[in-house]
């Protein structure tokens, strides 16, 4: 469960005397307006005059505004501007399509295209398996999204949630190589989004599903799974849901707990929610419970083989509390029970913070920071892609886990999702898995 981030980032161009102690006056006066200091830089030089850009953290708008009236009363600094560095990332879009061979011949253009394109039209003619090898459909991922559940900002629309789907698809391309492709679906209708992507599906060889809202969801994901040959994942449920059982296991291993024989509880049976339950049951827990207030959530976990509890029976009787309710503060800290684990998952802010968990008796607890599904999506399409899988099965996403797990290291309890070396482990696994 992901929520926008509330903190602003800002970059203040800063045009300050270049004499001794005029840098700490401003930052001491930064630091008494409270705002949270990053990276300084000098961008620019005049005879006596530096000119730099500091990065600022503030609470809110108000904040902001408060720190950039109150530099007005130092001398000898001037505020030049005030810089978004988002915004400056998000120009232009993150993504492009480019080509991978250079036009600079006549000679190149009659093999890339006219007369030479024609012979390998014919290959693919008369063998289209042969698409995977001659053209990018055997390393492209369609990433689809009606706009439904963006983030924790709700149904904003698809193009509003363009710059998620630009992100995932850079994380493909910097962490495994593969080329995402955005497709926004302006429709809320299971069936057109269903009809849509299978319109759409001869170009790509899988199919990402994103930030679409529970409960169409599942029924978008059963379908096109059962109506593609490509294989198709709700990256929001099962990536998800890797993580968090990469993350069990090795809280377990470390605390001497067999993790099949632990009773789970998950709050909210949303798609990430529902997503944990299947694959904890499939991992071989033989006790997981959960609670939602919508009763379909509810009967979908008894159909996965769950039990529907209440909220004081999790925390009563649960060994692990998983949550993904997107509710701060729903855990009471008198609720802990001494030795349970606890993942609140709900960003920015958790059901219950770590160390209020863990002053309360929890064995262990964490937030959503640490578990983000980035760490497990691009591994499982390349090793599908790879591999020429038509599904993702649950002994994918198993090794996905186990791979995960593997690469966890000191006290950590999931590696680095910028580690290229873990999504390459993932990818190797997920792929191993399909052959089987």
Do not use: W
Request: aromatic share 4%.
């Amino acid at each position: 469960m992901i929520k926008a981030e509330q903190r602003l980032l800002r970059v203040f161009r800063i045009r300050v005397l270049d004499k001794p102690g005029y840098l700490g006056r401003l930052a001491t006066k930064l630091g008494e307006l409270g705002a949270n200091i990053g990276e300084i830089h000098i961008v620019a030089q005049g005879p006596d005059f530096l000119i730099r850009e500091i990065s600022l953290q503030f609470t809110n708008q108000e904040h902001l505004a408060a720190v950039i009236a109150g530099l007005s009363s130092l001398e000898d600094v001037s505020l030049e501007s005030v810089l978004d560095p988002v915004e400056q990332a998000h120009e232009g879009g993150k993504i492009a399509v480019k080509s991978r061979f250079p036009l600079d011949s006549i000679a190149q253009m009659r093999k890339i295209y006219t007369p030479g394109v024609a012979q390998i039209c014919k290959l693919i003619q008369r063998e289209p398996a042969y698409s995977r090898s001659y053209t990018c459909i055997g390393n492209s991922v369609a990433v689809v999204t009606n706009g439904t559940a963006i983030l924790g900002l709700g149904n904003i629309g698809p193009v509003a949630g363009m710059p998620v789907m630009e992100g995932k698809s850079v994380l493909y391309e910097q962490l495994v190589g593969v080329s995402g492709v955005p497709i926004l679906i302006d429709s809320t209708d299971v069936d057109t989004v269903v009809e849509t992507v299978k319109a759409i599906a001869p170009t790509f060889g899988a199919i990402h599903l994103e930030d679409i809202a529970a409960p169409e969801c599942f029924e978008i994901e059963r379908r096109l799974q059962n109506e593609l040959n490509v294989p198709v994942l709700h990256d929001d449920q099962h990536a998800t849901a890797v993580v968090v059982l990469s993350a069990l296991m090795t809280i377990a291993m470390r605390n001497g707990l067999e993790l099949p024989l632990c009773s789970v509880g998950i709050i909210g049976l949303g798609a990430a929610g529902s997503g944990i339950a299947q694959l904890l049951l499939s991992y071989g827990v033989q006790h997981v419970f959960g609670t939602d207030l919508r009763a379909d959530a509810a009967s979908r976990l008894e159909s996965l083989g769950g039990k529907a509890v209440s909220l004081k029976e999790i925390m009563s009787d649960c060994d692990v509390v998983v949550t993904t309710t997107g509710v701060p503060g729903l855990i009471k800290p008198e609720m802990v029970k001494k030795g349970q684990v606890i993942l609140a998952l709900s960003n920015p802010d958790p059901e219950i913070l770590p160390e209020v968990a863990m002053a309360q008796g929890a064995l262990f607890a964490a937030d959503g920071r640490t578990i983000n599904n980035a760490l497990s999506f691009p591994g499982l399409f390349k090793g599908a892609l790879k591999a020429h899988s038509e599904r993702f099965t649950d002994a994918m996403k198993l090794a996905a886990a186990h791979a995960i797990c593997r690469q966890t290291k000191l006290d950590n309890i999931v590696p680095s999702i910028l580690d290229r070396e873990v999504h390459q482990r993932v990818a190797d696994a997920v792929a191993d898995a399909a052959y089987i």
